[in-house]
């Protein structure tokens, strides 16, 4: 019987180990490829962002190479917001991308700033305003002026099947995208506020309501309750 000798098996079996991993690897990846839809991605300082859907739900994800790690958070609800080191759960001072402003869970803090103003515009992520809290509606606009609802609008008249079967699901956070990117229903648009905007100026990020002039970098500044932001 021709073969290995039965004392050389195990010799061989960890010598194609790497090579099967590879290979579980890229089926994983063709399964989560056939799960989501990706509609935009960008790299930015080494980090690998994608914007994608999943259960009808518009989302963004961030690989982070340097520590093997992927997280993902629904658009349409998170913030970018600069936190102190003695912020609960961080423990190190820099950007995080934040769900309702609050829960930091995307650790940005190997960017710079003006890196995560490249962020900002790329996927329409809007920055917390500290002393206002949570805005729906400031939180859903912003995605609608970055360049991944460009991408998104795209996707949905490439793939309009798809797109359309999606959409019969519940999006909570980015309700009516689909009706939005054919036509619909009309882009949300922030409400006017004078007291946010004058403290978005006072940041430095007058010029725009969601966005920093791109030759200004944004500077923490001290809010009402004695935190960083």
Same mark, same amino acid.
């Given at each position: 019987?021709? #073969?290995?000798?039965?004392?050389?098996?195990?010799?061989v079996?960890?010598?194609? &180990?790497?090579?099967?991993?590879?290979?579980?690897?890229?089926?994983? &990846?063709?399964?989560?490829?056939?799960?989501?839809?990706?509609?935009?991605k960008? !790299? @930015?300082? =080494? &980090?690998?962002?994608?914007?994608? @859907?999943?259960?009808?739900?518009p989302?963004?994800?961030?690989?982070?190479?340097?520590?093997? /790690?992927?997280?993902?958070?629904?658009?349409?609800?998170?913030?970018?917001?600069?936190?102190?080191?003695?912020?609960?759960?961080?423990?190190e001072?820099?950007?995080?991308?934040?769900?309702?402003? /609050?829960?930091?869970?995307?650790?940005?803090?190997?960017? !710079?700033?003006v890196?995560?103003?490249?962020?900002?515009?790329?996927? =329409?992520?809007?920055?917390?305003?500290?002393?206002?809290?949570?805005?729906? $509606?400031?939180?859903?606009?912003? $995605?609608?002026?970055?360049?991944?609802?460009?991408?998104?609008?795209?996707?949905v008249?490439?793939?309009?099947?798809?797109? /359309?079967?999606?959409?019969?699901?519940?999006a909570?956070?980015?309700?009516?995208?689909?009706?939005?990117?054919? #036509?619909?229903?009309?882009? $949300?648009?922030?409400?006017?506020? !004078?007291?946010?905007?004058e403290?978005?100026? /006072?940041?430095?990020?007058h =010029? !725009?309501? $969601?966005? @920093?002039?791109?030759?200004?970098?944004?500077?923490?500044?001290?809010?009402?309750?004695?935190?960083?932001?």
């Amino acid at each position: 019987m021709s #073969g290995y000798p039965a004392q050389a098996a195990p010799l061989v079996c960890l010598s194609v &180990l790497p090579e099967f991993a590879d290979y579980v690897q890229n089926i994983a &990846l063709e399964v989560y490829r056939m799960a989501v839809h990706v509609f935009h991605k960008a !790299s @930015i300082g =080494g &980090l690998q962002f994608e914007a994608f @859907i999943l259960d009808s739900e518009p989302r963004i994800s961030c690989r982070d190479p340097y520590r093997n /790690q992927c997280r993902s958070l629904a658009l349409g609800v998170s913030y970018l917001r600069f936190f102190s080191p003695d912020f609960p759960s961080t423990g190190e001072e820099g950007w995080w991308f934040a769900k309702y402003g /609050q829960d930091a869970l995307i650790d940005l803090t190997k960017l !710079s700033q003006v890196q995560v103003l490249e962020l900002a515009h790329e996927f =329409g992520l809007p920055f917390w305003v500290a002393p206002f809290g949570s805005d729906d $509606f400031y939180c859903m606009a912003a $995605f609608y002026h970055g360049k991944a609802w460009d991408g998104l609008k795209s996707w949905v008249h490439a793939h309009p099947r798809i797109a /359309q079967k999606l959409s019969l699901g519940t999006a909570y956070y980015l309700p009516c995208w689909y009706y939005i990117a054919v #036509g619909l229903r009309p882009i $949300f648009e922030v409400k006017p506020n !004078s007291e946010r905007d004058e403290y978005l100026a /006072q940041l430095g990020r007058h =010029g !725009s309501t $969601f966005y @920093i002039p791109q030759h200004l970098e944004p500077v923490p500044v001290q809010t009402p309750n004695g935190s960083q932001d």
